[in-house]
């Protein structure tokens, strides 16, 4: 006695163009995309280390910071005293007669 055994039929799939095995890694796009995004960041990281300023350490920074801070005491006490000294140069100016362009005479 022989028993046939017929081959399985393909089950009936609504969708035409369904596919048959389902692949379960990661999108091309996605991987094209993330492998862009670090390449464009390495390229950045690049620029900024070869052709970019130089950074200053923590250090340095405080030390100009408090370098710009004299140098605008300064400036403002400097500010200060030409302002006196204009005011002195006003009143001495009205105190004496102002001369001609002549030089004044030599008293002997």
Same mark, same amino acid.
């Given at each position: 006695?022989? #028993?046939?055994? %017929?081959?399985?039929?393909? @089950?009936?799939?609504? #969708?035409?163009?369904?596919? $048959? ?10 991987? #094209? ?5 670090? #390449? ?7 620029? %900024? @280390? ?7 350490? &923590? $250090? ?8 710009? @801070?004299?140098? *605008? ?6 500010? $200060? ?5 204009? &005011? ?6 009205? *105190?004496? =007669?102002?001369?001609?362009? @002549? =030089? ?5």
């Amino acid at each position: 006695m022989v #028993i046939r055994v %017929q081959p399985q039929r393909p @089950s009936f799939k609504p #969708i035409p163009y369904q596919r $048959t095995s389902h692949r379960r890694g990661i999108p091309s796009w996605l991987v #094209i995309f993330t492998i862009g995004i670090v #390449i464009g960041a390495l390229g950045v990281l690049f620029l %900024q @280390s070869s052709y970019g300023p130089k950074r200053l350490s &923590a $250090t340095e920074a405080q030390k100009l910071t408090d370098e710009l @801070s004299s140098s *605008n005491i300064d400036r403002q006490r400097l500010r $200060t005293e030409l302002e006196e000294l204009k &005011a002195t140069l006003d009143a001495v100016r009205l *105190n004496t =007669p102002v001369s001609s362009g @002549s =030089p004044a005479p030599v008293s002997k």
